[in-house]
């Protein structure tokens, strides 16, 4: 289908953070769109007053009549919908083209220059980044983000540039729709095992992603990674890391809350770069960012401004709180190189602060395969606090529970468990110094109030 020539999109799964960026790019060309998710949402709420039609059953008869027109409507889909749900069921029956959005990414791929950020963690920041400084640079961008940038108050950005900066999510093999002009790859270390079964096959399915770059662009992966690119006649290969590699950081200052240091690029070296969310881990995903931005054009003036005005993003290492008495911050890790590197760069800005962390495990198979892995990362931690595993896509697996991560803590934490609605409760009841909300699940949806609570205490 030609999406130039559709009246309509129809979205089943219309409020994960993905969709909605696709959503806002089909309501900007003036289609009708439409769709369906489980729950209402801030997001879904925000879609709806842009013009976007949802509804929250399994409702053919909710569905409008333009999107019931297979000429005219294209059906976007998420894998996280069931294959029996009951509107996929009806637009396959009658013969829709329905797409997963990593193909209309892909397809966008194709009519503009893929500017692409794949890898296990880092990836959201990093994208967002490199979209930030592109589209404040003279080459602008169009963007589509798997986080809300604190910028733009969205996950989406439409220009007339000839480049687009994509989120390549490895779930369920989405990435390899795309056809990139390049490509970062921040980390590559197992996920998502429950789609992959072994970490052969997720290597594998970075390394084809990386013969998808197009000849003529660049892959950027960072230092030391287990996987092994595969890149087609033309493309060129950078790598990076904090303090190695063809890009990377050096005389790195950390003083009263400012990160600065200096950028070393085989292109031009940037000196005195100040990061507008300073925070350890954020170092990295710059030099990236740069990198990938610097290689399309952007000059050193452009870097040092995009960097120092960002922002950052929702649930990214997100301070609600911070003062000299008290620091709130969210943070969407999930996975145990994540939470190790949150946990670790917490450290780092609060050496002598009490630092608690309430984390919600997210998904029973995680949990399983990577309990040890997450202990040993919540570990660096004086108090841990674990709520009951958030299911998302899963049904239960007999004896994986969030005890198994509460055993394998180091002795010297401080530890409990409590249930998610005991979480505002147990907020009211307890002083903090530094109070950190680990986890991908619906744990965040408290934030608000948790906030309202800590700053009624002082």
């Known amino acids: 289908m030609n999406i130039n020539a559709i009246k309509a999109v129809y979205f089943v799964g219309a409020g994960g953070i993905g969709m909605s960026a696709i959503a806002r790019y089909f309501l900007k060309k003036g289609l009708v769109v439409a769709g369906y998710d489980k729950t209402p949402s801030d997001l879904t709420r925000q879609l709806e007053k842009e013009g976007m039609l949802i509804h ?50 892909g397809a966008l791929t194709q009519a503009h220059k893929g500017l692409c950020v794949a890898g296990t963690h880092g990836k959201t ?154 925070v350890p881990i954020n170092i990295e995903n710059s030099i990236a960012a740069m990198a990938m931005a610097q290689l399309n054009g952007c000059t050193a003036e452009e870097l040092k401004y995009g960097m120092r005005t960002y922002a950052g993003v929702d649930r990214r290492f997100d301070f609600k709180i911070k003062t000299d008495r008290l620091v709130f911050l969210s943070d969407y890790a999930h996975h145990p190189k994540e939470i190790y590197q949150s946990a670790k760069s917490i450290r780092e800005l609060y050496k002598d602060r009490h630092i608690t962390a309430i984390f919600q495990p997210h998904l029973y198979t995680r949990t399983r395969d990577f309990y040890k892995e997450f202990a040993e990362a919540l570990s660096q931690l004086d108090e841990v606090i674990l709520t009951e595993i958030y299911p998302a896509r899963e049904q239960p697996i007999e ?31 307890h002083e903090f110094e530094v109070l950190i909300i680990l986890g991908a699940g619906d744990l965040d949806n408290q934030v608000p109030q948790i906030t309202k609570i800590l700053n009624s205490k002082k």
């Open 399 to 429: 004896g994986v529970t969030s005890q198994l991560i509460y055993d394998n803590l180091a002795p010297g934490v401080k530890k409990r468990m409590i249930r998610k609605d005991e979480v505002t409760d147990f907020i009211k009841s």
């Open 56 to 105: 929250y059953e399994e409702n053919l008869d909710e569905i409008p009549h333009v999107c019931k027109q297979k000429e005219d409507c294209l059906v976007i889909y998420t894998p996280a919908i069931p294959e029996s749900h009951k509107e996929l069921t009806f637009f396959r029956t009658n013969g829709f083209e329905i797409q997963k959005r990593a193909q209309v990414l």
């Open 125 to 278: 920041t990093t994208s967002t980044m490199c979209a930030h400084i592109m589209h404040q640079s003279h080459l602008d961008c169009n963007a589509f983000l798997g986080g809300i940038s604190k910028n733009y108050g969205t996950n989406y950005i439409l220009s007339d540039s000839d480049y687009v900066v994509i989120e390549a999510d490895e779930f369920d093999r989405s990435f390899h729709w795309l056809r990139p002009w390049m490509s970062v790859i921040t980390a590559t270390d197992p996920d998502h095992l429950d789609i992959y079964g072994t970490k052969e096959a997720y290597l594998e399915s970075f390394r084809h992603y990386t013969e998808l770059i197009q000849p003529g662009g660049a892959l950027i992966i960072h230092r030391d990674l287990e996987m092994k690119e595969h890149l087609q006649d033309g493309v060129k290969r950078y790598d990076y890391s904090l303090t190695e590699g063809d890009f990377h950081a050096e005389n790195i200052r950390i003083e009263n809350g400012e990160i600065t240091f200096d950028f070393i690029s085989p292109i031009e070296n940037v000196r005195n770069v100040d990061l507008g969310q300073p």
